[in-house]
């Protein structure tokens, strides 16, 4: 599995932004997937995951302001952003994982996302 994450760029406070993840192989639909971000001078933490089945699960600092979703016919995940602040500037990047063989843990490269006036 191979993932490719896009969709970074600048905006303004208030704004959206979609990121996309594609990722390669045939076992999209069976692997968790997940967004981390990385500030500057900040360790990577956790933005969103989706799970196989749909399970969604977000970083109380995102909720309600940013949807993870899937679609396993494009073997793509994506993390529309909303309401976008400073505190949001990061690269972005997603993850692919599954804990039951053939087991995957995977990094996409990330994505900048910056959001200023």
């Known amino acids: 599995v191979q993932l490719q994450a896009s969709g970074g760029g600048l905006v303004q406070p208030g704004g959206s932004l979609r990121l996309s993840c594609a990722a390669s192989?045939?076992?999209?639909?069976?692997?968790?997937m997940a967004w981390y971000r990385q500030a500057p001078g900040k360790q990577r933490e956790l933005v969103a995951f989706i799970t196989s089945d749909g399970g969604l699960n977000y970083a109380d600092s995102v909720k309600g302001r940013f949807t993870i979703s899937r679609d396993n016919a494009k073997n793509t995940m994506y993390l529309q952003m909303n309401s976008l602040s400073p505190e949001d500037t990061a690269v972005y990047y997603c993850?692919?994982?599954?804990?039951?063989?053939?087991?995957?843990?995977?990094w996409g490269q990330g994505t900048l996302v910056t959001v200023s006036s």
């Open positions: 993850k692919a994982y599954k804990t039951t063989p053939p087991y995957v843990h995977v």
């Open positions: 192989g045939s076992i999209f639909s069976s692997l968790v």
